[in-house]
């Protein structure tokens, strides 16, 4: 297909794609699956340019482009994908990128081929302070790699960082320390609580080990009435008392998943998101494009149960997507 770098003329702007271009990464989270897949993936630029260049619904740029793996400032593979996804700006209003800063240099050299000036959300996953961070990464010394990166991130004019923390068995007796450490160093942090998906529907063996025993939930509960100003607290809060969940997702509204073996989906937590498996080589707009289009098919096959319990907080509806729909 045929992409122009040239800014689209009408400037409809609709929904999120998060692109996640490598399975590989410097940690080895003991929620993740994707440390454990192998062979390890990257997304092919040709179908990173076509899902990019493709909108839904007759869009003419996304909202955000969301990039993430694995981690794809640390993997010089990945990172070879930024100037094609960097041309394509005019195809997306923001830009954001997850990453878990860890080691803070391959970061670094990461965020520099990204940063081109223009504005750049950075997401870094912060577990813990110290070793219970250490632990959930799996990686000795993670606490003060990712503490250098930050530092260092922090200087770029054109950067704006947020921390996530995953709420699991590991750290939830430590969450006091991280909220008092965030806000010492005057960063804004969001909850997700561990689930049987976290990461890419593949990890249910790890999540027998981390989640939350009902003890826990009650002590998350508890935390995250004391500590969290997200506008998902209340419904983290019923998700962990076997409530459902009411908030919407702008994933499930208007956002898609490509995942860096080429398969798409609304989201990571369920097979019963996948709207397609890996998209052929042949005719990748055909393709995307059908991909997308199936979203009505599944959710009126009841996909959307899935986000009944969902703990994962990153694409919440925000107040400044507007009201809530109904
Ligand atoms: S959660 Fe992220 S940083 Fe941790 S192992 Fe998985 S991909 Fe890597
Ligand atoms: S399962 Fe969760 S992440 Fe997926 S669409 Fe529903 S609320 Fe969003």
């Given amino acids: ?44 630029v040709e179908t990173l340019t ?77 577990d813990g302070v110290g070793e219970v961070h250490d632990r959930v990464r799996r990686r000795p010394g993670a606490f003060a790699e990712v503490s250098a990166f930050l530092a ?56 027998r080990d981390v989640s939350l025993t009902p003890e826990q939930s009650a002590a998350a509960v508890d935390f995250l009435t004391r500590r969290s100003r997200q506008r998902l607290d209340t419904d983290l809060r019923s998700v962990l008392r076997g409530e459902a969940r009411r908030l919407p997702c702008r994933l499930l509204h208007r956002g898609a998943l490509l995942t860096s073996d080429g398969a798409v989906a609304i989201c990571g937590t369920s097979q019963r998101m996948v709207l397609a498996d890996a998209l052929p080589g042949d005719d990748l707009a055909g393709a995307w494009d059908g991909a997308l289009g199936r979203r009505r098919e599944l959710l009126s096959a009841g996909a959307a149960q899935t986000c009944r319990t969902c703990t994962t907080n990153c694409f919440a509806w925000r107040s400044s997507d507007g009201p809530i729909p109904g």
């Fill in 1 to 44: 297909m045929t992409v122009t770098s040239e800014a689209p003329t009408t400037r409809r702007t609709r929904g999120i794609l998060i692109a996640s271009l490598t399975s590989a990464c410097g940690c080895a989270c003991v929620f993740c699956g994707l440390p454990d897949s192998r062979p390890h993936t990257v997304l092919p």
């Fill in 50 to 126: 076509t899902a990019v260049s493709r909108p839904p619904d007759g869009a003419t740029r996304w909202e955000e482009v969301n990039i993430t793996g694995g981690d794809p400032l640390v993997m010089p593979a990945a990172r070879r994908l930024f100037p094609a996804l960097l041309s394509l700006r005019p195809y997306y209003e923001r830009l954001s990128v997850s990453t878990a800063g860890v080691p803070a240099r391959a970061t670094l050299a990461g965020l520099d081929e990204l940063d081109d000036g223009s504005p750049l959300d950075v997401y870094v996953s912060l």
């Fill in 152 to 207: 260092e991130a922090r200087r770029r004019d054109s950067v704006s960082v947020a921390l996530t923390c995953v709420i699991n068995r590991l750290n939830v007796d430590g969450l006091d320390d991280l909220a008092d450490h965030a806000e010492a160093e005057g960063l804004p942090v969001s909850y997700a609580v561990v689930n049987s998906s976290d990461h890419y529907i593949n990890s249910l063996p790890l999540y």
